[in-house]
């Protein structure tokens, strides 16, 4: 149990699924709050110190999205949504607005864990080391500073879009970052969302790092939401 | 045919009568005028006049001409010297004859030429007339055997017989009864009884009618198919003329343009109904759907939690196990049922975008490599960048459902491969999932993208299917306007699924 007992708040109508995840949260030493309604989870947040927030989309009382916009005026806790397979839009429009991360229902304890991981780690990063040069997963390394990339120690030449695209990965390892998201980074808010540009951007700065780009090792792709680079 | 052989005799023995009195009445009246002693030019003048008279009574040129020539013989036989030969003493009578001749001729030839103008605009307008009361009456009617009803009642009063109507149903058979009119108030239905007969006939229908025990029987053929036969009694028909025929044919064609249309609308109203009661069964499935989702999140959660809670050597893990293992297969056959009636009620708005290749593969690769990690999939697509438009979600749920079915009919460590193909003779990207299963049967493949079809070749411990996963994948392939087939592989053993999408945005989704 590799974690400092952070509390987390769920917020989930459902009582089965919010046993599951309270269980599975509990195995693996966390400590937990749960909530049934939006209303009970904006009044948590004000009396109790919360780590990281798992919020159900599909609240009786209130729309998520609005609980995650209330939420980010005041905090950048990591939000992680738990939404339904057919709710791609939201999920996309709450990452959007300032969720971390999404899990789409069903999903398993081993995804949950991995997903709080990532966001929790995150949430050190920009907490403790916010100067970090340089990061490596895998055989992948980028030296922020330098503006160098090293894959099996050997350096790779990236056009100035593609290393780009790659930092901006690095800084978000492990969280899905949406299409219109990364649009707006590299190419600037006025840019629109010109999906193909990105694609054949993409497309190029994967025949550099991967060896089979239909198997990505580390980009992977999020279809209808966005990339997401592995770091475990 | 002897009837109508009678008929035409009728008509010759009428113009001779009518001939031999006109004639003969000219005769006497110039036997009249020469014993008076008037001028002989009298004479000439009576049997122009019966010549006109004769062309005046009777039907066509000839009799006409016929009594031209036979005046001028019986003027040369009765008035001129020497009286009762064909002799002439004065040749001045020459010029006479021929000039009485051409007259007669002329006069005899524009009378007929009259007469058969102010027939043929008579019969013209009764045409129109009969043609209007019918389109006028059969716009009114409701059914089929409305308008059937209608076409017999005019037809039999213009034609002035018992006129019958004999309908087809949707399958061009006849109906087992017709309806027929027996006086000008009154149809009657009566059986049909040589149904064989009446079907080899219409068959080997080439001209216009069929000739049958009772009946003349001319066919309503309508755009494409035939609705019916108008029935004439073959008493009358026998007597009709060409015009009558004419007038027949365009009053059939009328009663098939309005069968048509009626046949036409019932379908669409037919169509229409299909349609609603299509979309109620979409929105039960859905609702049940809907509602199944989120407790089997919940079951699927717990009975992970029961395995986590259980060591594996302890039969509660097994138990728990297979609760999970269930609860997944619903899952996805709940979130396929919703897909489905999505894309069927049109209300799954396509997303397309000009998506890599790759990454949806790639997407679908990860996603299988999730749930069964064991079965090794190659990826074999173009080395350069293919974007395709598609909705990127849809298609990577085809793919997955390919490979889904591929994976559950190829032992564990065959090959299972995905292969993209630029196509650039058709515009297309090519998708083939191909496996190494035991293929697929001759009896299944019409039916493989049929909803609800499940193999009849099921091995034993197979879960089954309830045949949504490759339905789905036809209509989603065809919203993107693409195609999709199943075919047994040609280099051995196994089935491979291909699909196609065009690479060019087409603006009509």
Known sequence: MSNFGERILVVEDDTQIRNFICYSLHAEGYQYIA?????????????????????????????????IKKVREWSEMPIIVVSARDQDKEKVSALDIGADDYLTKPFSATELLARIRVALRHLYKQGGNKQQTSYQIGNLKIELDKHLVFLDNAELHMTPMEYNLLALLFKNAGKVLTTSYIIKEIWGVGYGNDTQALRTLMAGLRRKIEKDPAKPRYIMTEIGVGYRLMDE | MTLQKKH???????????????LSLASAIGYLFRITGFPETNIVIMYLLAVLLIARYTKGYFYGMFASIISIFAYNYFFTEPYYTFNVNDPSYMVTFVVMSVTALLTSTL???????????????????????????????????????????????????NAACLCFDENELPEKTFVQQVSPEKLISRDVINMEDIKHNIDGLKSGFCVETEFYDWLIYGRDNKLGIIRIPIERAVLMTDTQK???????????LAMDRLRSVQQRIKYREETIQERYRGNLLRAISHDLRTPLSGIMGTSEMLMDMTKNSDPRYNLAKEIYNDVNWLQSLVENILSLTRLQDGKLALNKQPEAVEEVVGGAVHHIAQRSSEQEITIDIPKELLLVPMDAKLIE??????????????????????????NKKAKCAVFIVADRG??????????????????????????????LGLAICYDIVNAHGGNIEAHNRSDGKGAEFIFTLPMEVTDNE
């Open chain 1, 35 to 67: 909530e049934k309604t939006a209303q009970g989870a904006l009044n948590s947040l004000v009396s109790e110190q919360i780590d990281l927030m798992l919020l159900d989309l599909g609240l009786p009382d209130l729309d998520g999205m609005d609980v």
């Open chain 2, 111 to 161: 009378t007929s030429h009259v007469k058969k103008n102010a027939i043929e605009a008579q019969e013209r307008e009764a045409e129109t007339k009969a043609l209007y009361r019918l389109t006028n009456h059969l716009t009114d009617a409701t059914d089929l055997h409305d308008i059937a009803g209608i076409a017999t009642n005019i037809i039999s009063d213009v034609m002035d017989c």
């Open chain 2, 438 to 467: 035991e293929g697929i049967s001759d009896e299944d493949l019409p039916n493989i993208f049929k909803m609800f079809y499940t193999s009849s070749a099921k091995h034993a411990d197979a879960k089954p299917g309830i045949g």
């Open chain 2, 8 to 22: 035409k005799a009728l008509t010759i023995f009428y113009g001779l009568l009518i001939i031999i009195v006109f």
């Open chain 2, 397 to 422: 749920q085809v793919l997955i459902n390919l490979i889904d079915n591929a994976i559950k009919h190829t032992p564990l460590g065959d090959e299972i491969s995905i292969t993209v193909i630029k």
């Open chain 2, 246 to 256: 004419k007038l027949l044919r365009a009053m059939i064609e009328s009663t098939a």
